[in-house]
């Protein structure tokens, strides 16, 4: 049993040191909070839920940059609007200059990051103004 949890510590170690632009304090206490206790004895259990965190706040890093763009709406506005959207051919953002062609990862990364599933989605943004 000890060797299953210095064998995860390893692995651990190794995912902090390659990925040191993850806020790790975040994504360690998101892993240890989905596990339970007969998890905590499975090394495989950890890892797989330390991925799917990881893969979650990476898609998460990815929307945010890509939100920092010219002509693309704040992360937040581009959440409110997409569970706002009922099916439009554009997504309306409140309050903010957006448009232009909406990217097909955004929709990726939405499913990822924000557990969003949009069938059809819009492919340009319209601002509200």
Request: with cysteine; charged share 20%.
């Amino acid at each position: 049993m000890k060797e299953d949890y210095q064998q995860t510590y390893d692995i651990a170690v190794a995912v902090l040191e390659k990925n040191p632009r993850t806020n790790l304090n975040h994504l360690i206490l998101e892993t240890i909070a989905k596990l339970t206790n007969d998890d905590l004895y499975s090394s495989k259990a950890v890892l797989q839920c330390w991925a799917d965190n990881k893969k979650r706040l990476m898609s998460k890093d990815w929307l945010m940059h890509y939100c920092n763009g010219f002509d693309t709406p704040s992360y937040n506005a581009l959440i409110e609007s997409v569970k706002q959207w009922r099916g439009d051919e554009y997504l309306i953002i409140q309050n903010e200059d957006a448009y232009g062609t909406i990217s097909s990862d955004v929709w990726y990364h939405l499913s990822i990051a924000e557990n969003i599933q949009i069938e059809n989605p819009p492919t340009t943004f319209s601002c509200s103004c």
